[in-house]
């Protein structure tokens, strides 16, 4: 069992950047690729990124890739999001979420039910 705590989110003006943290508690936080989501209101869960146990892979959707890295440290079992030259349609909950490694093929990792643990999510609000 993994559980997942999101933080790190707020308030910002168009063009500045946040990250986002998010601490996993459990075992086996090493073997776990970890995704960040994103729910606008009224819009659907959408992947933003994934990362994979080692660090070594990353993949971005295309609306934040150049702008937000995803990155981890497993001695801490921790995964971060940082989000550069932010804009307003990037306001929403985010959220990461856990699954267990099956693959190094992580592009195939960006759907809800790919995940099986998630955490509350954070709010990240941007106003122009």
């Known amino acids: 069992q993994v559980q997942l705590v999101e933080s790190g989110g707020g308030l910002v003006q168009a063009g500045d950047s946040l990250r986002l943290s998010c601490v996993a508690s459990?075992?086996?936080?090493?073997?776990?690729?970890m995704g960040w989501f994103r729910q606008a209101p009224g819009k659907e869960r959408e992947f933003v990124a994934v990362?994979?146990?080692?660090?070594?892979?990353?993949y971005y959707s295309d609306s934040v890739k150049g702008r937000f890295i995803i990155s981890r440290d497993n001695a801490k079992n921790t995964v971060y999001l940082q989000m550069n030259s932010l804009k307003p349609e990037d306001t929403a909950v985010y959220y990461c979420?856990?699954?267990?490694?099956?693959?190094?093929?992580?592009?195939?990792?960006?759907?809800?039910?790919?995940?099986?643990?998630w955490g509350q999510g954070t709010q990240v609000t941007v106003s122009s």
């Open positions: 990362i994979y146990w080692t660090g070594g892979l990353t």
């Open positions: 979420a856990a699954r267990e490694t099956l693959s190094s093929a992580i592009y195939a990792y960006t759907g809800i039910d790919d995940y099986k643990y």
């Open positions: 459990g075992r086996g936080f090493s073997r776990y690729t």
